[in-house]
């Protein structure tokens, strides 16, 4: 388990971390997602022992992961940006890590690479954005340590070979204890992967929640009611989070169950009645919004 308690990191005077507290709980897929400058890249070198917080503590397993070797062992940073020595190869970089990570499955890496189809032997700087990418998503499941810190793991990836990645760490949480932590700034790519998802924004975390929990606690009804007084009712007895009306449509996002919305609405017997699936991002955009976010301008 990694905890994450009342951390802060500046970098001058820009608060790149503003007192994040979070739990990253063993066998769950975490989505970690922000604009660009919100401050995921920051937390996940903090989170894996590159940078020390300014303030408050990160924990792995009950250990601090600054300078901490033994604990260093049990996770494998992916960074946006990573640098290559300029004649390396896929195997030679390979090599190298096996010299920090007694866990590396040699065989496991070949398997991966024949499967991505990307070639031992060639020169990684002939290889394009998104192959790289393949390359040390494969690197860091083939190292086989317990946590994998992933930082925009699908900017670059076409369409086949971002499912590829996310089949890839789903058969991987089967087959062993394993848990990838992935920083995005698009919703969308983490919705069908991830079980719980953290928000940050301007260095600080709005939210913090399982995925499930959000979907099963919020939804959105559009209906059509007889009279203006029985949607006023309704309005008070729900624990709305946004209304919008079109013409007689009535479209409401509120907490709670779906069984008991609708118990509420069917008791005013309404001339139509629909539940509209919503997105991840329809919810986080609900939550923020009742927080004083205008988050529309934070994802696309």
């Avoid at 006023?232 to 079109?246: D, M, N, P």
Wanted: with cysteine; charged share 25%.
């Amino acid at each position: 388990m990694i905890q994450i308690q009342d951390c802060s990191k500046k970098f001058d005077d820009i608060c790149a971390v503003d007192h994040v507290s979070m739990d990253v709980c063993e066998g769950e897929v975490f989505g970690l997602v922000g604009s660009n400058g919100a401050g995921k890249s920051t937390m996940l070198r903090m989170i894996s022992g590159i940078l020390k917080p300014d303030t408050g503590q990160i924990l792995v397993d009950g250990e601090n992961v600054y300078e901490n070797p033994g604990i260093k062992e049990t996770l494998f940073y992916v960074s946006d940006d990573a640098w290559f020595p300029a004649s390396y190869t896929p195997d030679n970089l390979a090599d190298f890590l096996k010299c920090y990570y007694s866990t590396f499955d040699p065989q496991r890496f070949s398997t991966l690479m024949k499967q991505f189809q990307l070639d031992e032997k060639r020169k990684i700087s002939t290889f394009s954005k998104g192959m790289k990418k393949q390359l040390l998503t494969i690197l860091g499941v083939s190292a086989g340590t317990k946590y994998l810190f992933c930082d925009e793991t699908f900017d670059g990836l076409d369409p086949v070979m971002r499912q590829a990645v996310k089949s890839l760490f789903a058969a991987e949480i089967m087959r062993r204890n394993f848990t990838p932590v992935i920083a995005s700034h698009n919703l969308r790519e983490l919705e069908d992967i991830c079980d719980h998802v953290g928000l940050l924004h301007k260095g600080g975390i709005l939210l913090s929640r399982q995925l499930e929990d959000m979907k099963f606690h919020i939804h959105k009804i559009q209906c059509v009611l007889t009279d203006r007084e029985k949607e006023q009712e309704l309005e008070q007895e729900l624990e709305v989070i946004k209304l919008q009306r079109q013409g007689s449509l009535l479209m409401i996002t509120a907490r709670g169950t779906k069984k008991e919305i609708l118990e509420k609405i069917r008791r005013r017997n309404p001339l139509f009645c629909e539940v509209i699936p919503l997105t991840l991002e329809e919810i986080f955009i609900s939550e923020t919004e009742v927080a004083g976010y205008e988050i529309q301008n934070i994802f696309f």
